[in-house]
Every structure is written in C-alpha cells, then in structure tokens.
Nanobody
Framework: QVQLVESGGGSVQAGGSLRLSCAASGRIFTINSMGWYRQAPGKQRELVATITSGCSTNLADSVKGRFTISRDNAKNTVYLQMNSLEPEDTAVYYC??????????WGRGTQVTVSS
C-alpha cells in the first residue's frame, strides 16, 4: 500500500505565507504527476497546481504569481509554496500523486485558513 501524508497547513493572516508538503510512503514504483487540489466549504474540489515528472507546471489562474509547486523525487515529495495568501484561499488542501501500479492516490487533506 501507498500513503500520502500532508503537512504544513495552518492559520495565517492575509498576506502571509505557508508551505505545504506531501510525502509518499510505501512500496513506490514511479511517481508520474503530482498535484494539489483544494475544497472550500460548500464548493467543489478544484485544481490548484500540478507538476509532471519532467517538472512542467500548471497553476490555476487564481493562484498564478502567488503559489509555486515543486517536487523532490528522491523524497517522493511535492511542495506547494503559498505566498500573499488571501481569505479566498481558505480550504482543505489535498495532495494527489499518480503512482505507477496504484494510479491516482490522494492524501487526507490539510486545512489552510486565511483571516482578513
């Protein structure tokens, strides 16, 4: 089995920064794409950012210029650096990794709360 463990969530004031991490553990073959999604109360889960095995990135328009996604293949970890946070960024953030043999694997989520 494979597990994803997220960390780095918390509460911050508007304009602040947080860095999320998501590490995969278990019997891992190849990790292809990695990404972050978020779900605010009463809303559907939405894509925040993805990064391919070749480190090509894709970010939602709402976070471009503020968030950066990166990965450390040696640690099976994906990061999301979030700067200039806004109250609208408040949500549960979920990590996703596409792992060979297992397919899409999801983390349990980490809460990010931004106060004005």
């Amino acid at each position: 089995q494979v597990q994803l463990v997220e960390s780095g969530g918390g509460s911050v004031q508007a304009g602040g920064s947080l860095r999320l991490s998501c590490a995969a553990s278990g019997r891992i073959f190849t990790i292809n794409s990695m990404g972050w999604y978020r779900q605010a109360p009463g809303k559907q889960r939405e894509l925040v950012a993805t990064i391919t095995s070749g480190c090509s990135t894709n970010l939602a328009d709402s976070v471009k210029g503020r968030f950066t996604i990166s990965r450390d293949n040696a640690k099976n970890t994906v990061y999301l650096q979030m700067n200039s946070l806004e109250p609208e960024d408040t949500a549960v953030y979920y990590c996703n990794q596409h792992i060979t043999y297992y397919g899409n694997v999801w983390g349990r989520g980490t809460q990010v709360t931004v106060s004005s």
